[in-house]
């Protein structure tokens, strides 16, 4: 079902998917309460994450628009760690400084998808490309690679915040401890901050000198500021995490996020510029890829 519609009937479009995804989550989460083989609460909430990705899927089938999943990413993160946080009834200090950063941190990335966003007839070019020239397995790569495997590595980035609500937490703990837990939150503000400072720049010098490759500001430093960011939000998180529980197994979920942004986001778009902008390629070799 190819329509168009206009870019704020569009937005509308998409709050009123996520909202019957969110619901169809929540409904899940309560339903599973009662069987013991899911009574853990954290394997109930990464089940719902998992159906309201689905639903989110069926919609982009339905609007033959694999860009209908590109909010949640920024928008599942800091609304579950609030519902969490009413749910346990937890209100520490590392979970407000976790709900100040994640929400900024969503806020930002979504501020940053409205002002992108074209309408619900227009795909992300990546999606565009998986389409022509994967045909025949383009549904699978559609649901499983598109759609889940970037909700699974965000609830993995996500799992050291969720165990925040289980930490002890009092001001009688190390400096050190404290030091590191504050230093895990302004990292968090800050990368959200690089973000939000590399959009504007990016958006208008492409105003300004369309087609060709930004490099100033942040961009003058690093090829991909903005990844740069968001892969450091994730390791703010589980700094936060690792002040009061130590080193673990949860930095397996910061390590994805990493692996995913080095192995497919960024060459992928490396490759796109090269391709499209003839000086992309002295500029790659004058500009480091992150910083």
Aim: aromatic fraction near 16%; charged fraction near 15%; charge should be positive.
């Amino acid at each position: 079902m190819k329509r168009d519609y206009s870019k704020w009937c569009s937005v509308a479009l998409i709050a009123a998917i996520y909202a019957l995804a969110g619901l169809a989550g929540w409904l899940l989460f309560e339903a599973l309460a009662t069987n013991p083989l899911t009574s853990n609460p954290l394997i109930r909430l990464f089940l719902a994450d998992v159906l309201a990705t689905i639903v989110v899927w069926a919609f982009g089938l339905l609007y033959e628009n694999v860009s209908v999943y590109d909010p949640y990413w920024s928008v599942f993160p800091p609304v579950a760690f609030l519902l969490w946080a009413c749910y346990t009834g937890v209100w520490s200090i590392p979970v407000i400084l976790l709900l100040i950063a994640s929400w900024y941190w969503g806020w930002r990335l979504t501020r940053n998808w409205v002002i992108t966003f074209k309408g619900i007839a227009h795909e992300d070019w990546r999606y565009t490309k998986y389409r022509s020239q994967h045909p025949l397995v383009f549904h699978i790569i559609n649901l499983f690679g598109l759609n889940m495997m970037p909700t699974l590595v965000v609830f993995a980035a996500m799992l050291p915040g969720l165990k925040l609500f289980e930490a002890p937490f009092t001001f009688q703990l190390s400096p050190f401890t404290l030091i590191l837990l504050c230093f895990g939150f302004v990292v968090c503000l800050a990368s959200a901050t690089i973000q939000l400072i590399a959009d504007k720049q990016s958006h208008d010098f492409r105003a300004a000198h369309p087609g060709k490759v930004c490099n100033v500001g942040l961009w003058k430093h690093g090829r991909h500021p903005n990844y740069f960011g968001e892969i450091q939000f994730w390791w703010g998180i589980w700094i936060m995490y690792a002040s009061l529980n130590g080193f673990d197994m949860f930095i397996g979920g910061a390590i994805a996020m990493t692996a995913l942004f080095l192995g497919i986001s960024i060459p992928l778009m490396e490759k796109r510029q090269l391709a499209n902008k003839p000086d992309y390629a002295e500029y790659r070799k004058q500009t480091r890829i992150l910083i």
